[in-house]
């Protein structure tokens, strides 16, 4: 399926399947005052959900959405560490949430949730 980012503009086409990507960061909270345990000054912790909209045709049974909400699920298992450069995000829970049908769609999402440590 096509993905479509935050704030892009697409048109769906009735029969084909797309997934909406939303990076939502929630939070930002203190880890530590002064000097951490890791001998490291003051850092905070970030964390968000990263939510994939599964967009399947409806009518057309559950095979292919289940399909690829596993497939999404076992890319983002608990605990996996996604490394960008320096950055690291660590992956804390992937969960499917149930499915509605709206207009011609059958809307699936699936929530990663996240968090990482400022350095």
Sequence with gaps: PHIVFDNTKYEPVVGSAYI????????RRI???????DG???????????QLLLNY????????TNTMVNE???KFEATTDLVFQD?????EKAERIRGVTEGPW??????????????
């Design 20 to 27: 909406k990507s939303h990076f939502m960061p929630m939070q």
């Design 106 to 119: 059958f809307k699936t999402p699936v929530q990663i949730s996240w968090y990482s440590y400022s350095k």
């Design 87 to 91: 950055v690291v995000v660590t992956i």
């Design 31 to 37: 880890k530590s005052f002064g000097i951490d345990t």
């Design 72 to 74: 999404i699920l076992d």
């Design 40 to 50: 490291k000054p003051f850092r905070q912790r970030y964390d968000g959900i990263y």
């Design 57 to 64: 045709p409806d009518s057309k049974g559950s095979g292919p």
